[in-house]
């Protein structure tokens, strides 16, 4: 079964700084996506990156990064020049396709990052 | 473009009292999702729908939950009776489905639900 682990319940860091969470996910599958959804206090949950893992390019979006290390099954986020409004649960989250039709998405259970001014 | 829209936002209701959330995904968004997620926890799926047709609903206690979406839009979940352990944050989500090679989900702000 594929399960998602984020062994970092709470971190903190300065405004400005640079802040690494982790993330590590357990499969047999060769093709599935990984993400991030960033989940601020009002609740809403967005997508943050995504990595497709047939790609070997790190995905990046803006201030935001992942280390994508397929064969040690490790997906962390880096996250550039911390602002205020990147406070929020950080969830890490895993997609395969099963058959034609169907497939299954595990969250794990999230990360709480507070953004110090 | 308007997002995943839910309500109530917050219901209180007393154990063994029906309850009913409505979800409205966005538009041309074949795929919904039903989540549950707890206190300090990641979303649980309880059911996903693919149009009209629930394709997984492994996860969804049959014996008080139930769920539909008429139409292949909106969609209603609904729990009776409800006990104390049904409080949770109600989560639904949806994304455009298969013509989508990675699936991105939006959610919608969900429904907290409080069982006295």
């Known amino acids: 079964a594929q399960t998602v682990t984020q062994s970092q319940p709470e971190m903190s860091v300065q405004e400005a700084e640079t802040v690494t969470l982790s993330c590590t996910y357990d499969t047999s599958e060769s093709n599935y996506y990984l993400f991030w959804y960033k989940q601020p206090p009002s609740r809403q949950m967005i997508l943050v990156i995504r990595?497709?893992?047939?790609?070997?390019q790190n995905a990046t979006e803006n201030r935001f990064s992942v280390n994508f290390q397929k064969a040690a099954k490790s997906f962390s986020l880096k996250i550039s020049d911390s602002q205020l409004g990147d406070t929020a649960m950080y969830f890490c989250a895993f997609m395969k396709p099963i058959i034609s039709g169907t497939y299954k998405y595990i969250f794990g259970t999230g990360t709480r990052l507070k953004v110090l001014a | 473009e308007a997002g995943v829209v839910q309500s109530p936002r917050y219901k209180i209701i007393e154990k063994k009292q029906p309850v009913a959330f409505w979800c409205n995904p966005i538009?041309?968004?074949?795929?919904l999702y039903w989540y549950l997620q707890n206190l300090g926890q990641g979303p649980e799926l309880l059911i996903r729908?693919?149009?009209?047709?629930?394709?997984?609903d492994s996860q969804l206690p049959k014996d008080r939950f139930s769920a539909e979406r008429l139409k292949g839009v909106d969609s209603t979940l609904k729990i009776q009776p409800a006990e104390l352990g049904d409080s949770a944050v109600y989560l639904c989500?949806?994304?455009?489905?298969?013509?989508?090679?990675?699936?991105?989900?939006?959610f919608g702000p969900g429904t907290r639900l409080t069982v006295l």
């Open positions: 538009s041309g968004h074949n795929t």
């Open positions: 729908y693919e149009n009209e047709e629930a394709v997984d």
């Open positions: 990595q497709e893992a047939y790609k070997q």
């Open positions: 989500a949806s994304s455009l489905g298969l013509s989508s090679s990675y699936n991105e989900q939006f």
